[in-house]
């Protein structure tokens, strides 16, 4: 995909590169694994009162660390394979230019692009609990995922991947490789560890009001609380209608 950049049109190349990136939503899925941006869902069963707070924050803080490290750890596997030197560098320089753009983002943009990206995740997700089988998952993730990579919008787990991912290559990759691809490290100035770490928050928060907000707070209010009124009314109806019955 990055050796594409130029020779296919710009929207069908950010169309394949999401096709691409649903692979790790199904591999969460079909796998059981646990995912940040789709755990803000758990705000349905607080809304129930099947759970309480701290439970929530206690989940997400978890799910948020172990994947974090799962991104950070990943992206050093992927640096020290050398992979990043593929198509005569060309991976690199999408890297890098990905990271550097990430970082650089205003906070209000960040936050607005992690609230759209975790709404189409979460339906991606909320879909998938309708399939039947293995492929109905698949499918059920493909196009919300798809859409979301090929709009840009933003995704906290991600970034904790392909960030570390153009740190590591910046800082470590061998001195041969620059004029190779016609580049300079001091051309990726914004890109250092302390701008990720701020980076990651207005991506965090705009994921969770996205996902735990405006897909699972929706969906409670839509398919449980209204359900909860009708059994109160239905009740009140029994009680009336018994005491017809024995005032007769």
């Known amino acids: 995909l990055a050796g594409a950049d130029g020779v296919l049109p ?7 590169a999401g096709l691409v990136f649903c692979l790790g939503l199904i591999l969460v ?6 995912l940040f941006t789709g755990n803000t869902l758990i705000v349905m069963a607080w809304a129930a009162g099947k759970i309480r707070f701290r439970d929530i924050l206690r989940v997400w803080t978890i799910v948020y660390l172990g994947n974090f490290v799962g991104a950070v750890g990943t992206a050093a ?3 020290l394979s050398g992979q990043y030197l593929s198509g005569k560098g060309q991976t690199a320089i999408v ?3 990905l990271a550097s753009g990430k970082v650089s983002l205003p906070f209000d943009q960040a936050f607005f692009l992690g609230i759209l990206c975790n709404v189409l995740v979460c339906l991606a997700v909320w879909l998938s609990f309708s399939a039947r089988t293995v492929s109905d998952k698949v499918l059920a993730v ?8 090929a709009a ?3 995704h906290s787990v991600a970034n904790m991947y392909l960030v570390p991912l153009g740190l590591f290559i ?3 990759a061998p001195a041969e490789m620059w004029p190779l691809v016609g580049a300079d490290p001091s051309l990726y100035a914004p890109l250092t560890w302390p701008n990720f770490l701020i980076s990651l928050v207005p991506v965090t928060l705009g994921n969770i009001v996205g996902g735990a907000g405006l897909v699972g707070a929706v969906y409670w209010f839509i398919y449980l609380r209204p359900k909860r009124r009708r059994r109160q009314r239905s009740g009140k109806s029994l009680d009336r209608a018994q005491q017809l019955e024995n005032a007769n």
């Open 29 to 34: 899925i079909v796998g059981g694994a646990e």
């Open 77 to 79: 596997l992927v640096f």
């Open 142 to 149: 493909i196009f919300p995922i798809s859409a979301f990579v």
């Open 170 to 172: 910046k800082q470590w």
């Open 10 to 16: 710009f929207g069908i190349s950010r169309l394949f």
């Open 95 to 97: 890297a890098l230019s």
């Open 152 to 154: 840009g919008f933003e």
